[in-house]
């Protein structure tokens, strides 16, 4: 089992950045792909960007494609989302998640030992 913490939601201005992690312990943290996850009040939690297990290869919805960036530090076992041009539509709790399964596939039931989540609000 994998335990997940994530850290460094906020409020910020529209257009402004923040930089979200995702700290794992428990098994072998490079093992598995991990996925960041989003969920909005009153929506459905929706695919943010997933990465693979040695951090070479990326996917990303195409609403935040080219405004965050993923990326991986196995030997810190440690996730980060570099959020940059922050939109008020962003706003949500944020959650990371690991499969052991395919990370291109970003269906949220796929992924499991989801984190507590983090807030994240962006305002006008």
């Known amino acids: 089992q994998v335990q997940l913490v994530e850290s460094g939601g906020g409020l910020v201005q529209a257009g402004g950045s923040l930089r979200l992690s995702c700290a794992a312990s428990?098994?072998?943290?490079?093992?598995?792909?991990i996925g960041w996850f989003r969920q909005a009040p009153g929506k459905e939690r929706e695919f943010v960007a997933t990465?693979?297990?040695?951090?070479?290869?990326?996917y990303y919805a195409d609403s935040v494609k080219g405004r965050f960036t993923i990326s991986r530090d196995n030997a810190k076992n440690t996730v980060y989302l570099q959020m940059n041009s922050l939109k008020v539509e962003d706003t949500a709790v944020y959650s990371c998640?690991?499969?052991?399964?395919?990370?291109?596939?970003?269906?949220?039931?796929?992924?499991?030992?989801w984190g507590q989540g983090t807030q994240v609000t962006v305002s006008s």
């Open positions: 998640a690991v499969t052991s399964g395919s990370f291109s596939d970003t269906r949220p039931t796929n992924f499991g030992s």
């Open positions: 990465i693979s297990r040695g951090g070479a290869i990326t």
């Open positions: 428990g098994r072998t943290f490079s093992n598995y792909g």
